[in-house]
């Protein structure tokens, strides 16, 4: 019996799908679907945008498979330009019956301190409920990230509780999102905007898929 596979980016869509319906944007055929057939073995990409006409500029995902058994998904959620929400990425490879390695965190827009205690303090709480789960390992940095993200290598009767932390995440950022307010202030406009370009600038996910991020920024 095939094992069941955690897709981070079903997850997000799915849930979207009542409060911020989705509509999937078009992309060339060669950005859509990428093989490539090299050492290891056959790699085959799969690419997706996806945007809500008023409040998310862009949910974009990359689904990766090698050798049709290992299963990455990596993705990033976007308010539209005139909300300040953060980020939220989501990345997990899974190895069916031995081992998934999972990453999800908010990236914050500003260093204000309300901002932080708006945006970040909610996360300190579904950080620490999750702090049971087997195999979750925090990295001691956070690059551009928040101070609660949740990450680890989870063997295989625990992989269901990344789904569980998946859409906690969401939960909480589709939150923010519903009561979020247009800025209003120019000054802080650019502020948001120019972490919004120091994030497409700079940051990473895992080594492993590092080279990913430019065909989901893209």
Request: proline letters at 6%.
């Amino acid at each position: 019996m095939k094992e069941r596979i955690i897709n981070f980016n079903q997850i997000v869509k799915d849930n979207l799908a009542n409060k911020f319906p989705l509509h999937q944007i078009s992309l060339p055929d060669d950005l859509k679907t990428i093989n490539i057939l090299k050492f290891p073995g056959f790699v085959k990409v799969e690419n997706s945008i996806y945007k809500n006409n008023h409040r998310i500029k862009k949910l974009a995902g990359s689904s990766i498979t090698l050798n049709g058994i290992i299963n990455t998904t990596v993705g990033i959620l976007y308010s539209e330009n005139s909300f300040d929400v953060p980020i939220l990425v989501f990345e997990k490879t899974e190895l069916p019956r031995i081992i998934t390695f999972a990453f999800i965190d908010f990236i914050p827009l500003s260093s204000n301190i309300e901002y932080q205690k708006k945006y970040l303090e909610p996360l300190k709480s579904i950080s620490a409920d999750l702090d049971y789960i087997p195999g979750r390992n925090n990295p001691l940095s956070h690059n551009l990230g928040s101070p609660y993200p949740f990450s680890g290598f989870f063997k295989r009767h625990f992989k269901f509780s990344a789904g569980i932390a998946m859409e906690r995440y969401l939960e909480l950022w589709v939150n923010f999102l519903e009561k979020a307010d247009p800025i209003s202030s120019s000054e802080y406009d650019n502020e948001i905007k120019l972490n919004r370009k120091r994030f497409e600038n700079k940051y990473s996910f895992s080594d492993r898929n590092n080279k990913l991020l430019g065909i989901i920024l893209g």
